[in-house]
């Protein structure tokens, strides 16, 4: 969508006619499309309003019903901030004192929404027109935002009267392409980290992969997980970070979240033979290299050194692992495997791995199960030597 497309959806007519579309349905598009130019609506303006229902019903699963209500491009919808994370970024701000926000590259405004939503005043820029525009639409009902057209690292601060700063760098090339060297986000990463020195209540979003050698020492790095789904790390100075520096995880499970940090000074868990029970961190647990922590949380053990599986003799809930129930520990081996699952009536398999070069698709092929019951494996390292854990989830 241009410039010109979005100002036909904003008429009254084009929004009305959004507004009007059903559910969106992709196997309904084309008939939709051809009555509405049947009916002598401009084909373009037929065009955006599909788009932007297509985009707001994926988007639904970042922002629920908000979506129905919002525009996007997709690289915009892309990037954004799930709603129920920026709600989180937004908490950090208000706890840490802050009152006006500089949101430096707001995108579609989706961090922009949570941080007035809280009360906090609101300066947005993006340096794409057409993305500022939908970002100025999107934060419409906030009078406490406002959206500018501009490189929001040229922002006066000082005039401004800003006192806390947040930054989603662009991690993603013309072509699409993740980037994974923070000298190429857009801005560069050095560059708004620099921003730091002139308002210390920084926090900028960055992609999960980031290791931990290039982490600055000077910030609280956190991994977010939604429902086991790894989506960001954010990194935190001064004030937003009341902790101080260090590597945490906020786990988000449907209502509920869980902040995981080193509790335990850096001590490695213990490692042993497969117990009763196994666990698997979460994956914003594992990024932040607490594993360890869960470990002591469930009075478990690795069962590997290098391996994120722990396992315990009891049960022990946590809200930040996934319980499995041991039924079965047998070395790894594709004859042994079948011959097992066989005599068990297994047909339906879930496999899990974490430590093997196995491709579960063509392992299940390869076991060619053909009975009624349902089954899942865990595939992995067991005290260096691979085996296969038989597991039933708790």
């Known amino acids: 969508m241009d410039a010109a497309g979005l100002?036909?959806?904003?008429?009254p007519h084009g929004w009305a006619l959004l507004s009007a579309?059903?559910?969106?349905?992709e196997t309904r598009t084309m008939a939709i499309s051809d009555r509405l130019r049947r009916e002598g609506i401009d084909a373009d303006l037929i065009a955006a309003a599909l788009t932007q229902s297509r985009l707001r019903a994926k988007a639904h699963a970042k922002f629920d019903s908000f979506a129905d209500g919002m525009l996007f491009t997709p690289a915009g919808l892309e990037q954004a901030t799930r709603l129920t994370v920026a709600a989180h970024h937004a908490r950090r701000y208000v706890a840490a004192g802050v009152t006006r926000v500089a949101d430096l590259t707001c995108g579609i405004g989706a961090d922009s929404m949570a941080?007035?939503?809280?009360?906090?005043?609101?300066?947005?820029?993006?340096?794409?027109?057409?993305?500022?525009a939908l970002a100025t639409v999107n934060l419409r009902h906030f009078p406490e935002a406002v959206v500018r057209h501009?490189?929001?690292?040229?922002?006066?601060?000082?005039?401004?009267?800003?006192?806390?700063?947040?930054?989603?760098?662009?991690?993603?090339?013309?072509?699409?392409?993740?980037?994974?060297?923070?000298?190429?986000?857009?801005?560069p990463l050095d560059s708004v980290l620099a921003l730091a020195d002139r308002v210390p209540a920084l926090g900028v979003k960055i992609g999960p992969g980031v290791p931990h050698a290039g982490l600055p020492a000077a910030a609280e790095t956190q991994w977010v997980s939604v429902?086991?789904?790894?989506?960001?790390?954010?990194?935190?100075?001064?004030?937003?970070?009341?902790?101080?520096?260090?590597?945490t995880a906020l786990v988000l499970r449907g209502q509920s979240a869980r902040v995981v940090r080193d509790e335990l000074g850096g001590a490695a868990p213990d490692v042993g033979p497969v117990g009763a029970y196994l666990y698997e961190p979460d994956g914003a647990v594992i990024r932040a290299g607490l594993v360890a922590q869960i470990a002591a949380e469930v009075g478990g053990r690795l069962i590997d050194k290098t391996i994120a599986y722990i396992t315990s003799d009891a049960l022990h809930a946590s809200d930040a692992a996934t319980g499995y129930r041991v039924l079965d520990t047998l070395p790894f081996g594709l004859k042994r495997l079948r011959?097992?699952?066989?005599?068990?009536?297994?047909?339906?398999?879930?496999?899990?791995?974490r430590g093997t070069a196995v491709l579960p698709e063509e392992l299940r092929g390869r076991l060619d199960l053909r009975g009624h019951q349902e089954a899942t494996i865990?595939?992995?390292?067991?005290?260096?030597?691979?085996?296969?854990?038989?597991?039933e989830p708790l």
């Open 115 to 132: 941080f007035a939503g809280v009360g906090l005043t609101v300066l947005a820029a993006d340096t794409d027109e057409l993305t500022a």
């Open 150 to 187: 501009t490189d929001g690292l040229t922002l006066d601060l000082e005039a401004e009267g800003v006192d806390g700063l947040y930054a989603d760098p662009a991690r993603r090339a013309s072509t699409g392409k993740r980037l994974f060297d923070p000298g190429a986000y857009s801005p």
């Open 7 to 11: 100002a036909k959806l904003l008429s």
């Open 227 to 247: 429902d086991g789904d790894v989506v960001e790390a954010g990194l935190w100075f001064g004030p937003l970070a009341p902790d101080g520096p260090g590597l």
């Open 378 to 391: 865990v595939l992995t390292r067991v005290a260096g030597a691979q085996h296969v854990l038989v597991v």
């Open 339 to 353: 011959t097992y699952l066989r005599e068990r009536d297994v047909g339906r398999l879930t496999i899990k791995k």
């Open 21 to 25: 579309l059903p559910p969106y349905d």
